[in-house]
């Protein structure tokens, strides 16, 4: 298989042996090495965690590499492999089902520590963020409950304080009686305890009502992160344990779950490949899935693949090309408590040895064959009660030098960011539920952003933000994103921002003009829907460059609203004209869908009669046409192609300065043939019921024009009327003609 493959992965214990394991709690089926149940090497660990009566819980604590670990600010996750074997005999997520556990204890041993309470007595004088000490029992440290809802001055509501769950061995009675701090008395508590270990961190991954396979899972967790339990004062710099701890409530009689290898690390590195043999997400799969690893950070199912860890394609000193291509896949990144920054594509290269990341491919103006990333969701819970579900998130760093990304016709979502390089493109592709994309002078165009996350835990401000290198980003579409661009560079918009398309989602703006904006801008043939008046926070336009600025809008585009911040002001110059024709009879009655076409002629701005070249992909027709001067959305008449399903008016869109595409019927011969010509439509179609066929647009210079108008089928039939005039660059041009019967 293409690719070289190494990884940053740390064994805390390969699970061949039953040694350097500590039980704390007790079990129901002992340990026991068994070659039947492996994902790595030889063997896995069994055991069976059981309860009669109550909560049975046990952990099971594999001995670090060396005492006294220190994991802290190395970005250092924990993995590690489980197979649960009975599920509904386990506790509920929220509950503690199955987790894992890190002390910085050489030899834990078993406390309980509070999961939640329910209010027994209100008490009196009560004020919410009180902390109410549990009395009673036998304990090392306390259990402190912080009042988060009073009613006329009495209790109704509680939760545990995330650093004091308390350390007992011998439990108070419920209902518990409580001190406090502030003025109020009287509250009692009924507490429900939970099993945990000294010194300890613990992260829920799993229960009966969460957990939906009975595959083995490699479950990730942040070693610096906040815990859903902390028993009593671990200390991450001195760690000594690490692994599963289980909670069941229900007899089992037979071994509940089987574990394998666990590690700590972040992930792995990809090299090599060429674009002739590039690396694909199944080789990668193939290194991480061998028997002698297991890294869980790729693993896949029913097609689809579970992503765990960080994905490194090539380095700053590799000496040959890493190239990854892969097409038509489906990944999703697993919904475990890690870092909000820990799942990430992280290209890298080095002079003369680029690294280049590929999904998709793109030719002919046409994207296929893209991939779909996402994040799945993870419950979150505190206090024995889920608070709801929490996104995985992951990002995008391709911006080291170096390093191409090429992202065609794909769909993303959860990222939280992406980063590239100038001379990186992303077409075609949907990002939804994601952060702000940094381009740096990359290529974006005929992208869909669909919904910017501006909540936890992605946070994000823009949708697209331009802070260095001017990028091109064209043809784009903009739906409930606030706000949508930041242009923060001292760069000119025109040409730059061609054809895109912002659509409100009923808060916000669309753009955002930074300081280091230019004081003239022009924004050609772009639409805003559904914004706000002027000088409202959900205009479309937000001015908050301190200074004095004027927009030109060309190509046919709305005239925004806009708002001005501090010190700003705002001067729009809208120069679209209208070009209007008015179809009547004789007697002056209005010619419903009469067939108008007015083209350019001579002497203007507007292509006519220009010698182009087609080719064609699948059903788009890709126009190569020198400074065709034509926005999205305008018309072209094309003639004098052989192939005569290239010849007719079509609507197009701009692919840059010289080509655009338009939709062509059947499969003609590519690339045409004959002496194919070109020339502006200003207006083709039917006339409405008014008789009336219209559109504006700007245009640099006066325009002379023809053209005809046509009805030759339906109950009425009219001689064809000839058409001629000049649209002024200022006025537009409006004209009314009469069409004679034809008998």
């Known amino acids: 298989m293409p690719g070289t493959f190494s990884n940053d992965m740390t064994v805390v214990n390969a699970a061949e042996l039953t040694t ?65 074997f009975a599920w509904p005999s386990m506790a509920a997520h929220a509950a503690g089902g199955i987790g894992i556990a890190i002390s910085s204890d050489a030899t834990p041993t078993a406390i309980r520590c509070n999961l939640s309470a329910t209010i027994a007595a209100g008490g009196s004088s009560y004020a919410v963020n009180d902390e109410l000490t549990v009395s009673g029992g036998t304990q090392t440290q306390q259990a402190i409950f912080i009042v988060t809802a009073v009613s006329g001055g009495a ?37 429900t305890w939970i099993y945990s270990t ?14 939906v396979t009975d595959g083995w899972v490699n479950y990730v967790m942040d070693i610096d992160g906040t815990p859903d339990l902390q028993a009593t004062s671990p200390s991450m710099s001195s760690v000594d344990r690490m692994g599963p701890r289980v909670t069941a409530i229900a007899v089992s009689k ?33 290194y991480d899935n061998n028997n ?54 992280k290209l890298a290269g080095v002079v003369s040895y680029t690294t280049t990341f590929q999904l998709g491919n793109y030719s002919g103006g046409v994207a296929s064959g893209g991939c779909t990333f996402k994040g799945a969701d993870r419950y979150s819970h505190y206090g024995g009660a889920s608070t709801g579900l929490v996104p995985a998130v992951w990002k995008l760093t391709g911006d080291s030098s170096n390093t191409v990304c090429k992202l065609y016709g794909s769909t993303f979502t959860e990222m939280s960011s992406a980063n590239l390089r100038s001379d990186s493109e992303v077409r075609f592709c949907t990002f939804q539920n994601f952060g702000t994309i940094t381009p740096n002078g990359a290529t974006l165009d005929s992208n869909t952003f669909l919904d910017l996350r501006t909540t ?18 064209t043809n784009c579409t ?113 010619i419903q869908d009469a067939r108008v076409l007015v083209t350019a002629t001579s002497g203007g701005s507007m292509p006519y009669n220009v010698t182009v070249t087609i080719s064609r992909s699948g059903s788009t027709a890709t126009v190569s046409h020198t400074a065709h001067g034509m926005a999205t959305n305008d018309k072209v008449q094309i003639k004098g192609a052989n192939e005569i399903e290239y010849n007719g008016v079509y609507v197009i869109t701009k692919i840059n300065n010289d ?63 000839n058409i001629i005039g000049t649209i002024s660059s200022s006025a537009g041009f409006d004209t009314t003609i009469q069409m004679i019967p034809d008998e």
């Open 254 to 286: 037979i071994a509940t779950h089987v574990i394998d290898v666990s590690r700590y690390g972040t992930g792995i590195t990809i090299n090599d490949g060429t674009s002739g043999s590039p690396v694909t997400f199944a080789d990668i799969l193939s």
């Open 478 to 590: 903009y739906i409930n994103c606030a706000t949508a661009l930041k242009w923060e560079i001292n760069a000119n918009t025109n040409g730059k921002l061609d054809g895109s398309s912002f659509i409100s989602g009923g808060t916000g703006h669309a753009i955002e003009l930074g300081t280091n904006i230019p004081t003239d801008i022009t924004i050609n043939a772009v639409t805003f829907t559904g914004y706000g008046a002027d000088e409202t926070t959900d205009a479309a336009i937000y001015n908050n460059s301190g200074k004095s600025i004027t927009i030109n809008i060309t190509g046919g585009g709305t005239s925004p609203t806009v708002r001005n911040g501090t010190g700003a002001s705002t001067t729009v110059v809208a120069g679209a004209v209208t070009v209007t024709v008015t179809v009547k009879d004789i007697d002056g009655n209005n």
């Open 456 to 473: 936890s835990p992605i946070s994000a401000s823009y949708a697209v933000m331009v802070i260095t290198a001017t990028p091109i980003i």
């Open 20 to 84: 350097n394991y500590l039980v704390v709690g007790s079990l129901k089926t002992s340990m026991a090495a068994n070659d039947d149940y492996k994902i790595e090497g030889t063997y896995g660990i069994t055991f069976g965690v059981s309860s009669g009566t109550g909560t049975g819980t046990s952990s099971v604590l594999a001995a670090t590499p060396s005492a006294n670990l220190n994991l802290t600010g190395s970005g250092y996750h924990f993995f590690q492999w489980i197979k649960g």
């Open 292 to 345: 002698t690893r297991a890294l869980g950070v790729i693993v896949s199912s029913n097609g689809i693949y579970f992503l765990g860890g960080k994905f490194y394609f090539g380095t700053t000193s590799q000496t040959a090309v890493t190239y990854f291509k892969d097409t038509g896949k489906t990944l999703v990144y697993q919904g475990f408590p890690v870092n909000v920054g820990f799942y990430e594509i």
């Open 155 to 191: 209790v109704t509501a509680v939760t545990p304080k995330a650093t004091q769950r308390g350390a007992y061995t011998v439990l108070p009675a419920n209902p518990a009686s409580t001190t406090t701090g502030g003025s109020g008395s009287g509250c009692t508590l009924t507490v």
């Open 659 to 721: 080509s655009y595409s338009y939709t062509v019927g059947g499969a003609p011969s590519t690339p045409a043939t004959g002496t194919i010509k070109a020339t502006y439509a200003a207006l083709f179609g039917l006339t409405s019921a008014s008789g009336v066929i219209t559109m504006s647009r700007v245009f640099t210079s006066s325009q002379p024009i023809t053209g005809k108008s046509r009805k030759s089928t339906g109950s009425s039939l009219y001689k064809t009327a």
């Open 198 to 211: 000294t010194n300890t961190k613990e992260w829920w991954v799993g229960g009966a009502d969460t957990v």
